[in-house]
């Protein structure tokens, strides 16, 4: 994976990615080309869907390290090989879930919803939420 590694390393670099970032999805490019033992650039969504399948149903890897493999070979086939057909149908993270499960939403509350804040002349000790708010959630 030589020219390859060092061109997708340029692009992450390019693209202002952190070096944590970067080491992470060169180490995703490397395992891709090491369960194949071919470069990613010769193989197609099948391979990359058969890799990703693997990676659930043998090595059982936690969503969060799913969602990173996903980003990083998206990244590899759209940015570095321009070939973005590839990886069409991998799936999208679809955000920072934050360890919250299907189904569940993070409720922020509205600054509305408390009685008293430094904002409204108050000390932070007198801040209180809504006791109404509370009832409800």
């Not at 193989?43 to 043998?58: Q, S, T, Y």
């Amino acid at each position: 994976m030589g020219v390859l590694h060092d061109r997708m390393a340029t692009d992450l670099r390019l693209r202002g990615m952190s070096p944590v970032t970067q080491r992470m999805y060169l180490r995703c490019a490397r395992a891709l080309a090491a369960y194949h033992h071919r470069s990613p650039a010769a193989l197609g969504e099948p391979e990359v869907r058969a890799f990703l399948d693997h990676l659930v149903r043998d090595r059982r890897l936690s969503r969060g390290t799913l969602r990173v493999y996903g980003a990083a070979l998206r990244f590899l086939y759209r940015v570095t090989l321009e070939r973005p057909d590839v990886v069409q149908r991998v799936p999208a993270s679809r955000g920072h879930g934050g360890g919250r499960g299907p189904g569940q939403r993070l409720i922020l509350a509205a600054p509305s919803t408390f009685r008293g804040c430094p904002a409204y002349g108050l000390r932070p000790h007198e801040c209180s939420p809504d006791p109404l708010y509370n009832s409800s959630v």
